[in-house]
């Protein structure tokens, strides 16, 4: 079977025929399940999840008659599996999305942090491309499930940022300028983001707009945190008013497979690896959650 979560739900049987779930029950109680994995859920997590706080009248009645519901549009007696404490869904490796996103967006972290743009760049793109709209249209509404797709979709945001700085490291600052904006029209509060435009604009030769991407983000972070953008903003300015030779993409060699496997710095640094491998000398960006509360500091 294949299990995908993180567009509408899609459930595919072995010979890749769909599944039938044709009412909006059996998706959302497949959909809880399927990001429950690996730790089976209790029946009273299952039933929070599924309903939150409009409780049917009798929760565990409701829950066994959606179980087997669902048992009977999977058509195997051998996936839903009923445990002690509750109900969990058997998921082999390889079938389930959200699990093989994640494992693409680790690789592409480590391929990152490690200096192998290309092969970074290819595995954030395969990471990206899972994704589906609507975004996580089947998993219910409530407080405990909203929790689970906030990190995923956190999850993705980070990814796509990740994924420019792959392709800002191999020189396709032409390309990433359309995406980068879309990023900054979904999130204008993250400055990274805008760091990005700015040094794909400058490298179009555009530094007029380089410097307006920049005049912007201060407007928004004047407004919003009271204060100019962080270091890692400023010292893309300065650089790119003195016309520092560094901002100009040279290609980097990828490292050797010694050099492949030594620990590289941690994610929240991936735009300081990427802008320092073309020789640039930039602090650290701070962590999503700093750059976006640094007002509350």
Not at 80 to 105: K, N, P
Not at 270 to 297: A, D, I, K, M
Request: proline share 7%; glycine share 6%.
């Amino acid at each position: 079977m294949r299990f995908s979560v993180l567009g509408p739900l899609l459930a595919e049987a072995d010979d890749g025929a769909p599944l039938a779930l044709a009412r909006r029950s059996q998706r959302s109680t497949l959909a809880v399940l399927l990001l429950s994995t690996p730790q089976p859920p209790t029946r009273t997590q299952l039933i929070d999840a599924l309903w939150g706080d409009k409780l049917p009248a009798d929760a565990e009645t409701a829950l066994r008659v959606r179980m087997r519901d669902l048992r009977r549009g999977l058509a195997a007696d051998d996936r839903l599996i009923t445990h002690q404490s509750g109900y969990r869904i058997r998921v082999d490796h390889g079938e389930l999305d959200s699990v093989r996103f994640r494992d693409l967006a680790a690789n592409g972290r480590v391929a990152l942090d490690t200096g192998d743009a290309k092969e970074a760049a290819r595995l954030l793109a395969e990471a990206c491309n899972l994704w589906r709209d609507p975004p996580l249209a089947d998993v219910p509404d409530t407080p405990a499930m909203r929790l689970n797709a906030d990190a995923l979709l956190l999850q993705r945001r980070d990814v796509r940022e990740w994924l420019i700085d792959a392709w800002l490291a191999l020189g396709r600052h032409h390309e990433v300028l359309e995406r980068v904006r879309a990023v900054i029209a979904a999130d204008p509060l993250a400055e990274h983001p805008h760091v990005q435009l700015m040094l794909a604009l400058y490298r179009c030769g555009q530094k007029s707009a380089a410097l307006a991407a920049f005049t912007r983000l201060r407007e928004v972070t004047t407004r919003e945190f009271g204060q100019d953008p962080g270091p890692e903003a400023q010292t893309l300015l300065q650089q790119m008013l003195a016309d520092s030779p560094d901002l100009m993409f040279r290609p980097v060699l990828v490292p050797s497979q010694a050099g492949a496997h030594r620990r590289g710095p941690s994610s929240a640094s991936c735009v300081h690896r990427t802008l320092n491998s073309r020789g640039l000398q930039l602090p650290p960006r701070p962590t999503r959650r700093e750059g976006r509360r640094r007002s509350s500091q």
